[in-house]
């Protein structure tokens, strides 16, 4: 993205934090599968939330903007008949800047937002758990935050390090996170479904919770079921 950025006058390091990846998943409901018996489901959609965490919006911020432009205007004519063809050429060329401010606040706000958040949606998921025929019996206990892997967005050691402290988690349960941040860094909004996709393939446990964060502060959370369980 920093690349992006026409003037190197007013060139803003923040967008070169950020690693270049793309992700993207299907999202559908259980009547579209039944069309296709050779779809394999990865995760359940079974709870999710958003929040802004008050007082935070000047910590993470990120737009576009247009700064100047230039008009190149090209006249050429041309004899067609015993007409007098005038035509004019206009190029608009529109310089578009992005900028994106991070504070070194982020970690201590994202570590104390995402504990509420989890107590919150848990109590629903279960919920949704225990709704499900198919599933009946295999909710033996409650569930606890030891019971999930996370997909944590790896936006940095310190917000990877200040979130496992604050809730407890083992080294086990944000291995996924560690790994995607050690070996491809932060990709901005790709980056938690590139932990998914880590998680798809090598999770042990059933029940996932994907979660991260973008301006405003936001908090994004969604508990997610591993459906291999069912196999």
Sequence with gaps: MADLSMNSDQANIAAALFADSAAAFVLCNEYAMAQDEQVTPQFELLEWGCDLVPGTAEHMTFYAGIDGSSIVI????????????????????????????????????????????????????????????????????????????????????????????????????????????????????????????RLRLESKKAHIAATSFGPGLAIEMALLRMCQVDE
């Design 74 to 197: 090209c006249s050429f004519m041309t004899f067609k008949k015993t007409r007098l063809i005038i035509c004019a050429d206009f190029r608009l060329h529109v310089y578009i800047v992005y900028r994106a401010t991070l504070s070194r606040d982020i970690p201590k706000y994202t570590k104390h937002a995402i504990g509420p958040m989890f107590e919150r949606l848990l109590p629903l998921y279960e919920d949704q758990v225990k709704c499900q025929p198919r599933l009946e019996g295999q909710l033996l206990r409650p569930l606890g935050i030891h019971d999930f892997d996370w997909a944590l967005h790896p936006g940095g050691r310190a917000i990877i390090d200040g979130v496992a402290e604050d809730l407890q988690l083992s080294k086990d349960q944000l291995q996924a996170s560690r790994e995607i941040y050690r070996t491809g860094g932060n990709s901005s909004s790709a980056s938690v479904l590139i932990v998914l996709d």
